[in-house]
Structures are given as C-alpha cells and as structure tokens.
C-alpha cells in the first residue's frame, strides 16, 4: 500500500525470536496465489505460529494477544532470512505494519521491505534489547520512527539512535513513490538527456 513516510509513532508488537526466515513469514504454500491481495496475506502472515493445525488461534503467540498492537514490529536479528520471496514483504504490509525493527535484516527482505512501502529500521542489539524490555514492562509503551531525521526513539527511555537508508528510497517513502512512480515523475528529465546526448 502506497503510504507516505514522516513520523511515526506507535505501540509495538514485540517478536524477540532471531532468524525468523521469510517461510515463517509466510509459508510457502500460500505462495501459489494468483493475486497480490493485502487482506490474504496479512491474514497469513506467521501463518503457521498464529494458528493451530486446526486452524484455531494459537492465544501463546504474540500476534493473537490483545496486550500488544500498533504499527511496529520489533524483531529479533537476521529478520527475513531464507528465500527471496517478496510476499513476505506482502504479507508484513497487509496486516499493518509500517515499520520493523530489528538489529539485522537480510539484504534481499529488507529490499522488499523497503519496495512495500514498510521501513525497516536497524538499531544496536542493545538499543533492540532496550525496546524488548521496555515493551515488556509496558506493552502501552511508544516508539517514534522519525524518517526525515533519520531516528527511532524509545519514548519510554527518551533514548534514541540514528539509523541508515539509501537517500533514493527515503525520498520514495517521504514522497509515496515506488519504482515506476519515480521514472514517471521523472520522465522529463529524462527525455531532456536524451536529447541532449544525441
């Protein structure tokens, strides 16, 4: 969903587990869909630790207890490990999620992440472990991700810390661009430079 970036702030949903592949994401037997439906994947996403065989809730899992919401995952590192799949991506983006933190991302999901309109967010493990704790004793707790500044903010600490992202896909998130978006936007300059380099 396109979306356009600023500040975010939010409550977290707290996911301490690391290497949490894209499979676990979401499993591959969904991936024979046909359509890129939002809803379907969102509905899937952690299909196979969110429900039970039967296809009832499973009330352990993170995602089904009503103590935590918001926009942000927090997660634990080397998220998005294992295949490329982009409906990972899909499936983070359809259930809500905006932003995803974590201390490390696989190169490939975090491009995804990225091409799906869902920041993610790498901090220090220890600033990672900070947030954990801090959900831990308020689950009410927020989080600022402030895009333009380059910063994320545990509010229940004030602690902060800056983190990276390519200057050509921050601009997209500011803006509500994807890839096309960008080249359509654009499409005059580009014109003009091939006229010149005739």
């Given at each position: ?56 809730p ?13 926009c ?46 869902v ?17 831990k ?32 896909k ?29």
């Open positions: 969903m396109k979306q356009k970036f600023d500040v975010i702030t939010s409550t977290c949903v707290p996911l301490p587990l690391e290497n949490v592949d894209t499979d676990q994401i979401i499993p591959a037997r969904f991936l024979k869909a046909t359509t890129r439906e939002e809803i379907f994947f969102g509905d899937n996403l952690f299909r196979d630790w969110r429900y039970n065989a039967d296809g009832t499973n009330k352990d899992f993170v995602l089904n207890n009503p103590v935590y919401s918001g942000i995952l927090v997660a634990g590192k080397n998220f998005g490990s294992g295949s490329s799949r982009e409906h990972a991506a899909w499936a983070i983006a359809g259930y809500g999620f905006r932003v995803v933190i974590s201390s490390f991302f696989a190169d490939i999901h975090k491009n995804n992440e990225l091409n799906n309109f920041l993610p967010v790498v901090v220090s493990e220890d600033f990672l472990a900070e947030l954990f704790e801090s959900i004793q308020n689950p009410k707790m927020e989080v600022e991700v402030d895009l333009p500044r380059q910063t994320v903010t545990n509010k229940a600490t004030g602690r902060q810390e800056p983190f990276e992202i390519n200057g050509y921050k601009h997209c998130l500011i803006n509500g661009l994807d890839d096309i978006d960008f080249l359509v936007q654009n499409q005059g300059k580009t014109v003009e430079w091939e006229q010149h380099n005739k």
